[in-house]
C-alpha cells in the first residue's frame, strides 16, 4: 500500500467530502485551495501540488474498496492533533457551499469514527464551524 504525507492526507479529507454528494463544485474546490493557502499546517505547500493530490484520492475513491483505502490512508499519515485538524477541515468543506446533503454527513460521522474523535471533541469542533458561517 502506498503512503501519503500529513499535507496530503489532509486535502484527502476535503476531496472525500467534496465529492460525497456525487459532484465537486466551485465554492468546494476554492475552500480547499484557500484552506491550502492560509492554514498553518500548510505552511510550504506547492499550490501546484492541490489539483495532482485531488485527481490521486479521486483515483483511489473509483477503486472497489476505495473510500476504506483513502481512509486508512489518512489515519497512517496523520498524528492525533492533525487528525482533529482533518475533521475541523471535513466540516469546513461540508459548509463551505452552504448546503450539507445527507451524503455529506454520513461522510464525517465516518471520517470521525476513523480517526477515533472523540464525540465531545467532534461536536466543539462542530459548533465552531457552524458558527464560522452563520450569517444574520
Not at 9 to 24: F, I, K, Q, T
Request: charge should be negative; aromatic fraction near 6%.
Amino acid at each position: 500500500m502506498k503512503t501519503i504525507n500529513p499535507q496530503s492526507a489532509l486535502v484527502y479529507v476535503m476531496v472525500v467530502v467534496a465529492a460525497a454528494d456525487g459532484s465537486m463544485d466551485e465554492r468546494e474546490k476554492t475552500a480547499m485551495a484557500e484552506c491550502t493557502r492560509r492554514l498553518p499546517v500548510f505552511r510550504g505547500f506547492d499550490p501546484d501540488r492541490l489539483a495532482p493530490i485531488v485527481e490521486d484520492c479521486s483515483a483511489i475513491l473509483h477503486e472497489p474498496e476505495g473510500f476504506e483505502a483513502v481512509l486508512g490512508l489518512v489515519r497512517e499519515a496523520l498524528s492525533e492533533p492533525l487528525r482533529e485538524t482533518a475533521y475541523w477541515l471535513a466540516l469546513e468543506l461540508a459548509l463551505s457551499d452552504h448546503k450539507v446533503a445527507l451524503e455529506e454527513i454520513r461522510v464525517i460521522e465516518t471520517i470521525r469514527r476513523a480517526l477515533g474523535i472523540d464525540k465531545l471533541v467532534a461536536a466543539a469542533l462542530e459548533r465552531g464551524a457552524r458558527a464560522r458561517f452563520q450569517v444574520s
